[in-house]
């Protein structure tokens, strides 16, 4: 079974990219233990801090080497965060789009006065050139032209995930094939004190939930696989309560 991860920290299966790091059982996240429990092999990955457009990429990518994948989970990332080719400087533009310093390990990547060059960029493009509007127009874009996989690549089954409130309402607007769930991620974080974006967040919890929550949505990532013909094409009701989120 070949299944496809394409979005952000929320599907970001971190040993896959750095192999030599052992993450302990309780800290995989519910992508890892769905692809574990299937037997399945790791074909993509989420990039933690990434933007809509990374999973764009990785899924014209794996098009272009010739993958045929069963499933696709696509999460719908938070609208602002930048993206950029090379890695190395999509440290600095996740750093920032999470209102924090680029972690001291990191440093290593960049020669010096590389990366103070790059924050002051940051700093003058969102002062000087930065549209709200527009970027939030461009990014409705990228969630509508994920959401039309579906009618392109009948042969394989795709599951959607919205991260926020706002990509899940324009997930609704436009959705038509496959399946997409009817909840943001980020209330789930929320409930656990822990967001993604601009709100500080605890960096030892993978994936912005605890060990607990992770088992338990990778057990509805499952159902809605394996019973992917009773939910097709429509927008399928979450259940907060299971979370012990009852004021949603």
Known sequence: MKIGLFGDSYIDIVWHRWPTYRVPPEKKIWAQRLLEELDAPVITSGLGG??????ITQWNEAQARGVEFDYAFFTFTWDNRLYIDDPKWQKILSAHAENRAIYEEDRHLFQPGE??????ALGLYYEVLHNQAQAQFNYEQMVKWCLDLP????????????????????AKRHFARGVLLDFAFETISAHEGDLIGVTPYQMDRVGHMSDEYHTMFKDIAKDLMLNYNQYENQIVPFDYGRFGITNV
Not at 50 to 55: T, V
Not at 115 to 120: D, G, L, P, S, T
Not at 151 to 170: D, G, H, K, V, Y
């Open 50 to 55: 990434s933007n809509q457009y990374y999973a």
């Open 115 to 120: 990366a103070e060059k790059c924050i002051q």
């Open 151 to 170: 009618a392109q690549f009948p042969q394989t089954r795709f599951i959607f995930l919205p991260n926020t409130e706002l990509s899940r309402e324009m």
